[in-house]
């Protein structure tokens, strides 16, 4: 089982950015597809972004051209780079992972559940 800390979350005006760091332990040399994902109180989960073993990237539509994801394999570390940050942006955010499998495409945005592993998350808020 693979262990995720996230980090970077904080409070900024609308219009900032904050930069989200999940770092992995357990099996570093597997490959593993890794996504972000949100919650906002009393709403239900939502995907963020993915990103699979060979840099493919998945956005929601709603933090497209604003959110980048990227990740250091070197380090075990993904990351979110959220940028003009807007209030409905408030949220906590999950780093997860699923063990990649050959000839199977990496879960994307609405297969939440397919992701077996999860951290504990950071807490992002946006005042306006």
């Known amino acids: 089982q693979l262990r995720l800390v996230e980090s970077g979350g904080g409070s900024v005006q609308a219009g900032g950015s904050l930069r989200l760091s999940c770092t992995a332990s357990?099996?570093?040399?597997?490959?593993?597809?890794m996504g972000w994902f949100r919650q906002a109180p009393g709403k239900e989960r939502e995907g963020v972004a993915t990103?699979?073993?060979?840099?493919?990237?998945t956005y929601a539509d709603s933090v497209k051209g604003r959110f980048t994801i990227s990740r250091d394999d070197a380090e075990s570390t993904l990351y979110l780079q959220l940028n003009s940050l807007k209030p409905e942006d408030t949220a906590m955010y999950f780093c997860a992972a699923e063990v990649k499998r050959l000839d199977v495409a990496c879960p994307g945005l609405e297969r939440s559940n397919d992701y077996s592993d999860w951290g504990q998350g950071t807490q992002v808020t946006v005042s306006s």
């Open positions: 357990g099996f570093p040399n597997i490959r593993y597809c």
């Open positions: 990103i699979d073993i060979d840099g493919g990237l």
